[in-house]
């Protein structure tokens, strides 16, 4: 059960102190040919960057009837194709390698997870180089086609973790909102400076397993980074939970953060 000072700030969900000097956006008149990417990145192992990636594209995919894309850049973990129940034949990594290296893509690029989601995640793998522009096409090959790209960066490590930080038009930091989580979170995120382009949420999800840090300090650190914080309550591990029962708990906040892509 969320603690009640969390319930308290859903109600603001997405706060930002830049509020008053954001001119209001005008209105569509044209869907846009590039789709946002979305970074998704822990602030520290099992932060909950998988799942967060993951529900956060689905909750997309619901709202629009354009696809939405959900990968990740490979590695040990398999975390995101855990996450969706499909596996696809390639890493955003390996599949970039294939098409640079002009290799048949035997078995498409993407697993179908319904609803209008598209997965290009791996079971677990060794990490794979990859030349900087062949991952940045793949990128914007990826933008074109979908509505929304998201990207599992999990804990940023690899190289083509970087790139898809510095690619990306929005980055979710994701953390255990514990005051172990902060702590850790905070020494993370010196590593990284802000972009300026590229919009940034602070992700603090519920973990009943840690002491609660204090609102105000996950605010600071959200404030450090002209960032809005958004509060997601506790989600069961989607090994075992449906995403569509996930989404009953959560999809309200991830909503949020959905809109904050739309902005
Ligand atoms: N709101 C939440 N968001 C993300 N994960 C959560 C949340 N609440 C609880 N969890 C749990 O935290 C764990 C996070 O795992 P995972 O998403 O694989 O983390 P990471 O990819 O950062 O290593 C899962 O067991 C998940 O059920
Ligand atoms: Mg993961």
Redesign the pocket.
């Given at each position: 059960m969320s603690p009640p000072q969390l319930r308290e700030e859903r109600a603001v969900d997405v706060e930002r102190d830049d509020e008053r000097d954001v001119a209001p956006a005008p209105a569509p008149t044209a869907r846009p040919t590039t789709g946002p990417l979305l970074a998704v990145a822990?602030l520290c192992?099992?932060?909950?960057?998988?799942?967060?990636?993951f529900?956060t594209a689905r909750q997309a995919a619901r709202a629009d009837d354009r696809p939405v894309l959900v990968c990740d850049t490979g590695g040990p973990?398999g975390?995101?194709a855990?996450?969706a129940r499909v596996v696809a034949p390639r890493s955003l990594p390996r599949a970039a390698a294939a098409i640079a290296a002009h290799q048949p893509l035997g078995g498409g690029l993407f697993a179908d997870a319904g609803g209008g989601l598209r997965v290009m995640a791996s079971a677990p793998e060794a990490p794979v180089a990859v030349e900087r522009p062949a991952a940045a096409r793949v990128l914007a090959d990826a933008r074109a086609a979908h509505r929304l790209t998201v990207v599992?960066c999990?804990?940023p490590s690899e190289p083509i973790d970087h790139q898809v930080l510095d690619d990306a038009s929005h980055l979710a930091w994701?953390l255990?909102a514990t005051t172990g989580g902060l702590r850790r979170a905070q020494r993370t995120l010196d590593l990284f400076a802000t972009l300026p382009g590229r919009r940034e949420v602070l992700?603090a999800?519920?973990?009943a397993a840690g002491a609660t840090a204090p609102i105000a300090a996950l605010k600071a650190l959200a404030a450090q980074r002209h960032a809005p914080l958004l509060l997601?309550?506790?989600?069961?591990?989607?090994a075992e939970?449906s995403p569509d029962a996930a989404l009953d708990l959560?999809g309200e906040a991830l909503q949020a953060l959905v809109a904050e892509m739309w902005r």
């Amino acid at each position: 059960m969320s603690p009640p000072q969390l319930r308290e700030e859903r109600a603001v969900d997405v706060e930002r102190d830049d509020e008053r000097d954001v001119a209001p956006a005008p209105a569509p008149t044209a869907r846009p040919t590039t789709g946002p990417l979305l970074a998704v990145a822990g602030l520290c192992g099992g932060a909950g960057a998988s799942t967060i990636a993951f529900l956060t594209a689905r909750q997309a995919a619901r709202a629009d009837d354009r696809p939405v894309l959900v990968c990740d850049t490979g590695g040990p973990t398999g975390g995101l194709a855990a996450c969706a129940r499909v596996v696809a034949p390639r890493s955003l990594p390996r599949a970039a390698a294939a098409i640079a290296a002009h290799q048949p893509l035997g078995g498409g690029l993407f697993a179908d997870a319904g609803g209008g989601l598209r997965v290009m995640a791996s079971a677990p793998e060794a990490p794979v180089a990859v030349e900087r522009p062949a991952a940045a096409r793949v990128l914007a090959d990826a933008r074109a086609a979908h509505r929304l790209t998201v990207v599992d960066c999990g804990v940023p490590s690899e190289p083509i973790d970087h790139q898809v930080l510095d690619d990306a038009s929005h980055l979710a930091w994701v953390l255990p909102a514990t005051t172990g989580g902060l702590r850790r979170a905070q020494r993370t995120l010196d590593l990284f400076a802000t972009l300026p382009g590229r919009r940034e949420v602070l992700v603090a999800r519920h973990d009943a397993a840690g002491a609660t840090a204090p609102i105000a300090a996950l605010k600071a650190l959200a404030a450090q980074r002209h960032a809005p914080l958004l509060l997601v309550p506790h989600i069961p591990d989607l090994a075992e939970e449906s995403p569509d029962a996930a989404l009953d708990l959560a999809g309200e906040a991830l909503q949020a953060l959905v809109a904050e892509m739309w902005r």
